[in-house]
């Protein structure tokens, strides 16, 4: 299912570390990767002669991608290619994505465009909103290490070890549903479906309904247990009281779980984002790689 994976880089140190742990997707069925530079017209102003930098900086990354591929990933029988482009970081991304027919993109918090206070990247979250290919968001953790600021990929190994599903029942949490389903990978020890009774909105004026909320929510859960049963998993299900994206994040340490996946819109849909205000809340302060499946891929294109 996420035979090719296309990855941006910027050649910062966020990029490179995400670079590093290409390697590690294979299990997840990776069998082609596609590197991809964006080079931003809006930094022409810094430049003298923008025809020439343009040129320069495509064929400083070209070497760079091209030198990557043939030490790290041609060894391990991934075939890798890659491709530069002119234009709105984000927008180069998801054109190339879709031009490519990439069934992944896999991006980090943060890279070379992180600003402080944003804990996703700007063009990592441009992505999110607009993507129409999922994509996944590695986490990268910051340490001290040996006197000086290091970087590390976590958790992308055995990505499909134990997944977590955040379910609101909608149509698009049917669509991640479905694509958990088809997997069908040995590597999955167990799928946490979990329901998250949002109190924001249920308290206090619904707290008289609450214990059937529960109950019909309980059987929800129940009837996803047997569809994921069917398709050969041990499922765990979850049914809690709180506000979603705290409640999913702090699950999702306490199962120790090695993805969460999303679906992009959900019953907490707003026009202000494209994402679902919940999917966007949980991708923005995650603990764990997070894949975000959006509402309009189409799973067997």
């Known amino acids: 299912m996420f035979e090719k994976i296309l990855?941006?880089?910027d050649f910062s140190l966020h990029s490179d570390t995400?670079?590093?742990?290409?390697?590690?997707?294979?299990?997840?069925?990776?069998?082609?990767?596609?590197?991809?530079?964006?080079?931003?017209?809006?930094e022409a102003?810094?430049?003298?002669?923008?025809?020439?930098?343009?040129?320069?900086?495509?064929?400083?990354?070209?070497?760079?991608?091209?030198?990557?591929?043939?030490?790290?990933?041609?060894?391990l029988g991934i075939?890798?290619?890659?491709?530069?482009?002119?234009?709105?970081?984000?927008h180069v991304i998801l054109k190339i994505a879709e031009e490519e027919q990439a069934s992944l993109i896999v991006m980090g918090s943060h890279g070379h465009s992180y600003m402080k206070g944003a804990v996703l990247g700007s063009v990592t979250h441009k992505?999110?909103?607009?993507?129409?290919?999922?994509?996944?968001?590695?986490?990268?953790?910051?340490?001290?290490?040996?006197?000086e600021q290091r970087v590390a990929c976590m958790k992308l190994k055995d990505l499909f070890r134990k997944i977590l599903y955040p379910t609101d029942f909608s149509s698009y949490a049917q669509t991640v549903l479905q694509?958990?389903?088809?997997?069908?990978?040995?590597?999955?020890?167990?799928?946490v479906v979990v329901h998250i009774q949002d109190t924001r909105k249920l308290l206090?004026?619904?707290?008289?309904?609450?214990?059937k909320f529960n109950e019909i929510d309980s059987e929800r859960l129940s009837e996803i247990e047997r569809k994921l049963h069917v398709a050969g998993y041990k499922v765990i299900t979850i049914l809690k009281e709180g506000v979603p994206f705290v409640e999913v994040n702090r699950i999702a340490e306490e199962e120790d779980v090695s993805l969460i996946m999303?679906?992009?819109?959900?019953?907490?849909?707003?026009?202000?984002?494209?994402?679902?205000?919940?999917?966007?809340?949980?991708?923005r302060e995650h603990v764990r790689p997070v894949m975000i499946i959006p509402s309009k891929w189409e799973i067997y294109n």
Not at 18 to 42: Q, S, W
Not at 48 to 71: L, P
Not at 204 to 211: A, C, F, I, S, T
Request: glycine share 8%.
């Open 204 to 211: 206090p004026y619904l707290q008289h309904m609450m214990g």
């Open 262 to 283: 999303l679906a992009s819109q959900g019953k907490g849909y707003i026009r202000e984002a494209l994402m679902g205000s919940v999917s966007e809340a949980i991708a």
């Open 18 to 42: 995400i670079m590093k742990c290409v390697p590690e997707l294979k299990k997840a069925g990776m069998e082609k990767a596609v590197f991809v530079h964006a080079i931003d017209p809006t």
């Open 45 to 75: 102003s810094q430049w003298a002669n923008v025809e020439e930098a343009i040129a320069t900086r495509g064929k400083e990354a070209e070497g760079k991608m091209a030198d990557f591929i043939s030490k790290k990933m041609s060894p």
């Open 179 to 191: 694509v958990i389903t088809d997997l069908k990978m040995t590597e999955i020890d167990a799928v």
């Open 7 to 9: 990855f941006p880089v």
């Open 127 to 147: 992505v999110a909103t607009l993507t129409r290919v999922p994509l996944l968001i590695a986490k990268i953790q910051s340490f001290e290490g040996e006197g």
């Open 79 to 90: 075939a890798g290619t890659y491709r530069t482009g002119v234009g709105l970081p984000h």
